[in-house]
């Protein structure tokens, strides 16, 4: 039986060879430059296969932050209410009798259904049925337009780039754009069609930065070791949110004393205190925690084995236990939540038609302060966010040449700023290349393959989204640590010898995971370079100066010299 396996085995690897050998001579290898770069198709579409399911969690995800916003329903979307609001809708007739405030006489009220106004997006005292039935409508269009738009943006990143860079919806910018532009349930300073608009002109912008060449020219500035430290910072605040619950194994949670403490508990014993959610007992008892730690070490021998593939065989596997329902992991709970998903999940094929989201925007509203503070800050954090994310994974897949540029930089930029607008016309907030494209690097992809192989799943996922949405977070945790772990091997490159070195590289690393922002950690990077370097920075200048200056004070003397040796006229 033993030599039967090997036989298939060898006859495998036989085949597999003879299919890389062959595209790699192909017309497709050369135009994606395989053999420059030391790769083959199916290390590509393992490398693909990773980064589509580290990152798959974004079209839950980003669906579910946006559709708080509320998208494009408003109070005329609610279900008509009783005049009397503690009056159920089935009970709205006939007369109401009650008494006055003086307690003495009896007064009645015809009972109707009237049309409630913009209270009725509010979940209290109790969800209005039909503007939680519009939420549930833009929260499938948003799965929809976050598919489409990742599919999108990879593709160009691939085919124009070649680059094994994959794009979607930016978590973070997500976040801004639905609590604080629009707000929950369109209860921020601006509209969602508005808010779509300014996502819209930031990548007009942005476009245009990229075209001449501002962009590239703006990131060269980064000093190196910071640029270096935003890789490994890059690793641990992935390495940070794959700890947490909310897209994680939850073995850390929050703590009002201590800001973070150790948790994974089960559900039944997590109680708000001070606003935290926090356990009360029974921490790392969690089930889901353990299965969770079950994938990192599967994922960890693999990665030991050097086993191809490694990162997708612990998502897939925990994630098979997990759709198991009635048991302690199920991401499926008894509840009606976990039914409406489960209901949705046996659906397996479902294909659902964008209706509202697409072509949302609207400029009216530009003309209140707000919406132009918005852009500002969106902008500012894509030209700092993104493009030390496009440098960070450029970096760890050994793309950075000596000047610190890389191969298809520009049209990457490019593809990068068109993928915004591509974006906000489907109804999502900002794209932006994604952090987790590590791990396809950390399984050899180095060309488009890569993440043409992305956009193909995302473009599949249309159809199979109900499977997808409900990959569960301890699923993807383990990959998002050990991807973390592999990006911390840029650090031995800083001068840590050298304290105006290794001082911002540290600061950038720290912040990026504890102030949950890449752009934090930048900026206290560079400030910090910058303080220490003040004195060199002033030196240069006084120099600068001085050489200026001689020349000036040599033209003068000259001039003294031939006006006092020239004759006199008498």
């Not at 703006?218 to 910072?233: D, E, F, I, K």
């Not at 299965?291 to 593939?309: D, I």
């Not at 209706?355 to 969106?378: K, M």
């Not at 890569?450 to 949405?469: G, R």
């Amino acid at each position: 039986m033993v030599k039967v396996w090997k036989k298939l085995g060898q006859s495998w690897s036989d085949m597999e060879k003879r299919l890389n050998d062959g595209v790699t001579q192909s017309r497709l290898g050369r135009r994606f430059k395989m053999e420059e770069r030391k790769t083959c198709f199916t290390k590509e579409l393992r490398a693909g296969t990773a980064t589509f399911l580290t990152m798959a969690y974004i079209l839950a995800v980003n669906a579910t932050i946006l559709s708080d916003s509320g998208g494009t329903c408003t109070a005329g979307d609610c279900s008509m209410v009783c005049n009397v609001p503690t009056i159920a809708e089935s009970d709205c007739h006939g007369l109401y009798h009650y008494h006055p405030r003086d307690g003495n006489t009896t007064a009645s009220i015809q009972l109707r259904l009237v049309q409630p106004g913009p209270e009725c997006k509010s979940d209290t005292p109790a969800p209005n049925p039909g503007y939680q039935n519009c939420l549930a409508k833009t929260r499938k269009d948003l799965i929809v337009a976050t598919a489409l738009s990742s599919a999108i943006g990879s593709l160009a990143m691939g085919a124009l780039a070649n680059l094994p860079l994959a794009l979607a919806p930016g978590m973070g910018s997500n976040a801004y754009f639905a609590y604080t532009l629009v707000g929950f349930h369109g209860s921020g300073p601006l509209s969602y069609q508005t808010g779509l608009a300014i996502v819209f002109l930031e990548g007009a912008i942005f476009f245009v930065i990229s075209a001449l060449g501002l962009r590239s020219w703006l990131s060269r500035l980064t000093p190196r070791s910071v640029r270096l430290a935003c890789g490994a910072g890059i690793g641990l605040f992935l390495a940070f949110i794959g700890l947490q619950s909310g897209q994680g194994v939850g073995l850390v949670g929050p703590s009002p004393s201590t800001l973070i403490t150790l948790a994974a508990c089960p559900k039944q014993y997590i109680t708000e205190v001070g606003g935290f959610s926090q356990c009360s007992s029974h921490t790392m008892e969690s089930p889901t925690f353990w299965l969770g730690a079950a994938g990192f070490v599967l994922t960890s021998y693999c990665l030991m084995k050097n086993v191809k593939g490694s990162m997708i065989y612990g998502i897939v596997v925990v994630t098979l236990v997990s759709w198991i329902r009635n048991t302690q992991v199920t991401v499926f709970p008894n509840t009606p939540e976990g039914d409406a998903s489960y209901s949705y999940f046996k659906k397996v094929v479902d294909f659902h038609k964008i209706q509202s989201t697409a072509g949302a925007f609207s400029f009216n509203g530009f003309s209140h302060t707000p919406v132009w503070v918005s852009l500002i800050t969106l902008l500012y954090v894509d030209v700092l966010a993104t493009t030390a994310t496009l440098y960070s994974m450029a970096e760890f897949g050994g793309f950075i040449d000596e000047n610190g540029k890389f191969e298809g930089q520009y049209l990457a930029f490019m593809v990068d700023a068109g993928s915004i607008m591509v974006g906000s016309a489907l109804g999502t907030s900002p794209v932006a290349t994604f952090i987790e494209s590590s791990a396809g690097i950390r399984e050899g992809g180095r060309t488009g393959l890569t993440a043409i192989t992305v956009a193909f799943y995302f473009l599949v996922s249309l159809f199979f989204t109900p499977l997808l949405a409900n990959i569960p977070p301890w699923a993807i945790g383990p990959s998002l640590i050990l991807v973390g772990a592999t990006m911390m091997k840029v650090v031995k490159e800083i001068k840590w010898e050298d304290a105006k070195e290794g001082v911002p590289a540290f600061i950038t690393m720290l912040l990026m995971p504890l102030s949950y922002s890449i752009t934090n950690g930048l900026i206290g990077g560079i400030g910090v370079y910058i303080v220490l370097h003040a004195f060199d920075f002033i030196g240069c200048a006084r120099n600068w100066f001085a050489k200026r200056k001689r020349p000036v004070l040599a033209k003068v003397q000259n001039q003294v010299t031939a006006a006092d040796e020239s004759p006199v006229l008498v």
